[in-house]
C-alpha cells in the first residue's frame, strides 16, 4: 500500500471523492473520483498498476474518464 500511495503522490493524482458502497450495491465497494495532472500521468499509473502491483488479480475495477466541468453556472438563467 504504501508504494501505491507513493505512485499516486508521484504522479499528482489528486483524490476528489471515496464513496463507501458497501450498504447499498452489491456490485461495488467504492467509487472513486480522481483529478490527474496529465493522459501522460494516467498513462504511467495504467502501467504501473498492471506491471507492478498486478491489482486485477486482486480487485474488479473500472475506469471511466471525463473532462472536469464548472457548476457554477448551473441552474441560472
Known sequence: MAR??????ALGMKAISM????????EW???????W???EA??????????ELQI???VV?????GVEQSFEEYGQA
Open 4 to 9: 501505491d500511495r507513493a505512485n499516486l503522490d
Open 19 to 26: 464513496i463507501d458502497c458497501t450498504k447499498s450495491d452489491d
Open 29 to 35: 465497494d467504492y467509487i472513486g473520483v480522481e483529478s
Open 37 to 39: 495532472p496529465s493522459m
Open 42 to 51: 494516467l498513462e504511467q499509473r495504467e502501467w504501473f498498476e498492471k506491471k
Open 56 to 58: 486485477s488479480r486482486y
Open 61 to 65: 475495477y473500472r475506469v471511466h474518464w
